[in-house]
């Protein structure tokens, strides 16, 4: 059995550009890509905090410490600079696999620089 599972995440990126003309996809940070362990040309999904958009695309690297995350072509028009996003890449394993696998979970603050890192969300609370 194959199961889908958080593979990593960057949490409260804020984007700094929508470029509809762009060919398409998401460049982000070659830093964060790299503290992530997201590949060029992976897939991602993209979680809009600020207006609830939900879209896929993949990742193209941006050049690394400029803190861009810049949704390109159709996309772009579910996001703008400002809004904060969640931006998740998933992972297919076996349930031996699954057991031990711990998800990169990188924090960002609003300049998208890390903040902190974990690889477990904690449990929530009533």
């Known amino acids: 059995m194959q199961l889908t599972?958080?593979?990593?995440?960057?949490?409260?990126?804020?984007?700094?550009?929508?470029?509809?003309?762009?060919?398409?996809?998401?460049a982000i940070d070659g830093d964060l890509l790299d503290a992530a362990g997201i590949l060029d040309?992976?897939?991602?999904?993209?979680?809009?905090?600020?207006?609830?958009?939900?879209?896929?695309?993949?990742?193209?690297?941006?050049?690394?410490?400029?803190?861009?995350?810049?949704?390109?072509?159709?996309?772009?028009?579910?996001?703008?600079?400002?809004?904060?996003v969640i931006i998740c890449a998933y992972a297919a394993l076996n349930a031996a696999e699954a057991v031990n696998f711990k998800p990169r979970l990188i924090y960002l603050n609003e300049h998208n620089r890390i903040i902190r890192t974990a690889n477990a969300i904690p449990v929530q609370a009533a």
């Open 41 to 84: 040309y992976e897939q991602i999904h993209i979680y809009n905090v600020s207006n609830g958009e939900r879209f896929t695309t993949y990742a193209i690297r941006a050049e690394a410490g400029s803190g861009i995350i810049s949704v390109n072509g159709a996309a772009a028009h579910r996001a703008q600079p400002g809004d904060r």
């Open 5 to 26: 599972l958080l593979k990593a995440k960057l949490h409260r990126a804020c984007v700094t550009h929508a470029e509809v003309d762009y060919e398409g996809s998401c």
